[in-house]
């Protein structure tokens, strides 16, 4: 949806992590029917993943009631089952994002496949604001580039930002080499997203979504809308602004490297941060890697006696709870005056990967990326040119495990049917499985919100086929990289998806 007006009011989700197919009048004036796109909407991957949602409003009236009906979401009766809501801002008026005031109702059953979610929200904000409303938290792929640009400064760095909804020339700029952009992108560039939701005509249909009728057009009844460029910029300056205050400063004695790992499947980048304190620096640097870090000069100096602490997260792109935890220990690292933080700096260098699919992240997607694939099902698999991703993290992983310095390896995620925060572990022999589990009680000991009890570490968890795509978790990232390093602590770290405050991620480790 791009610019629609229904009833007067004005829908975009054509912007960064943006979703939704379209939009219908009910019977009252502001009562709506939406869709949410599936994952490759369109594309011949096409995928049954809809759950992720993400749009604008413009041309309301304050003190009116809004009403959305979801059509065509996956069933998520667990997560509303505990009064989950989808959340609301007001930009530029309201920044922070909230879940609604009111109640969820759904209707319809998984059996039926006719599960409908139903929220309303009345507005307070200003009638020349712009309303979004969404799954979950959003955090775009432009949000994180906004955020280590802001490293960038603390540490005196050139900060490098590529505004990515604002520009269609930029979508497909670095294809991995031996594939063209229209086979990983799909055929056609439309402005300002490609190879998404944003690829098929406004007025078709497509698995059970209704075409858009050409009537549902008109005069925004607030005036003139904003562009999705312009609701793009306003999403950026919130981004900035956010990570300007959660990153005040920049503690002394702290070794920071940015680094464009690789490019995914439409030339986005995949972005490695490695930081430590500066205590034990050696003069001699990483070694380079054959197809990887294009552009990106001398690698990170190596450190003497310091292990490594590997994060990675996003590879779906709907479980934003993940990118939470990963801001959330960020800010803590960086924390100047926090013994903890100082100590962890001292003994371990962090290797952090923020977005594992940056493409997915950026077209809405739910789970997959632009070739309907689930990432977490190809670490075995992985080459450059289908899964560059993946890929070059291996390739990382691999290095450092060979140098002796691994020492974990977490991967985040956002969980929709078990609350709280627990891991999933690798069965292992006897005396390494004490360690593990060790370690996760330990973690419970000093964290309120980990569930020690919700953790796994069974085989079974380990080579779990999926019901839909009958692909295993033999393939996951907790255990491909296991399995090609053999490294003992080496988890997935799950969020229950209804939460957001996640920095309580320090006592964690």
């Known amino acids: 949806v791009k610019g629609l007006v229904v009833n007067g009011l004005a829908f975009d989700a054509d912007f960064d992590s943006g979703n939704c197919a379209k939009v219908e009048a009910v019977d009252a004036e502001t009562d709506f029917n939406i869709w949410t796109s599936p994952d490759c909407m369109g594309q011949p991957h096409e995928t049954p993943f809809r759950t992720w949602f993400y749009f604008s409003v413009q041309g309301f009236r304050k003190g009116t009631t809004l009403s959305f009906h979801v059509q065509n979401m996956n069933p998520q009766g667990k997560l509303f089952k505990h009064d989950m809501r989808p959340v609301w801002r007001s930009l530029p008026s309201k920044p922070t994002w909230d879940r609604l005031l009111y109640p969820v109702v759904t209707t319809g059953s998984k059996a039926e496949d006719n599960f409908v979610l139903h929220f309303k929200h009345t507005v307070s904000s200003p009638a020349a604001d712009v309303l979004f409303f969404a799954f979950s938290y959003p955090h775009g792929y432009n949000e994180c580039l906004l ?10 760095r050139e900060p490098v930002v590529e505004a990515d909804c604002l520009d269609a020339s930029s979508l497909c700029i670095s294809p991995q080499p031996g594939a063209s952009a ?11 997203r490609a190879g998404g939701p944003g690829l098929q005509p406004a007025n078709a249909a497509t698995d059970g979504i209704p075409a858009q009728a050409d009537s549902a057009t008109g005069a925004c009844e607030g005036g003139s809308a904003l562009s999705s460029d312009a609701i793009g910029k306003l999403i950026e300056q919130a981004a900035a602004a956010a990570a300007a205050a959660e990153l005040p400063e920049a503690p002394s004695g702290v070794y920071y490297r940015r680094e464009l790992l690789t490019h995914s499947l439409c030339g986005r980048r995949v972005e490695l941060v490695t930081l430590s304190g500066s205590n034990g620096m050696l003069d001699c640097t990483e070694e380079p890697i054959a197809g990887l870090f294009p552009g990106s000069g001398e690698r990170p100096r190596q450190f003497e006696k310091k292990r490594v602490f590997f994060l990675s997260a996003r590879v779906h792109p709907g479980e934003t709870p993940a990118s939470f935890v990963f801001n959330g220990l960020l800010e803590f690292l960086l924390r100047e005056k926090d013994p903890r933080a100082k100590r962890l ?3 371990y260098v962090f290797k952090l990967l923020p977005l594992l699919n940056p493409d997915g992240v950026f077209f809405g997607h739910y789970r997959a990326d632009t070739l309907g694939l689930n990432l977490n099902r190809c670490y075995l698999e992985a080459t450059l040119e289908r899964h560059p991703t993946v890929f070059a993290a291996l390739q990382v992983l691999k290095q450092l495990s060979s140098r002796g310095v691994l020492e974990f390896f977490v991967d985040l ?5 078990k609350r709280g925060c627990f891991i999933f572990g690798n069965a292992l022999p006897f005396e390494r499985q004490v360690e593990t589990v060790l370690y996760a009680k330990l973690v419970a000991a000093n964290c309120l919100w980990f569930d020690f009890n919700g953790c796994e570490f069974s085989e079974s968890g380990m080579y779990h086929k999926d019901r839909r795509s009958g692909t295993s978790k033999e393939g996951s990232a907790r255990v491909g990289v ?5 490294l003992t602590f080496c988890f997935a770290l799950e969020w229950f998806a209804l939460a957001r405050n996640c920095t309580a991620l320090e006592t964690c480790l």
């Open 345 to 347: 700096r001292e003994l």
């Open 413 to 417: 995620h956002a969980h929709a049917n």
């Open 147 to 156: 955020r280590l640009a802001r490293l960038d400064a603390l540490f005196s």
């Open 482 to 486: 296991f399995k090609q390093t053999d």
């Open 182 to 192: 229209s086979s990983h992108c799909g055929a056609t560039i439309v402005t300002p």
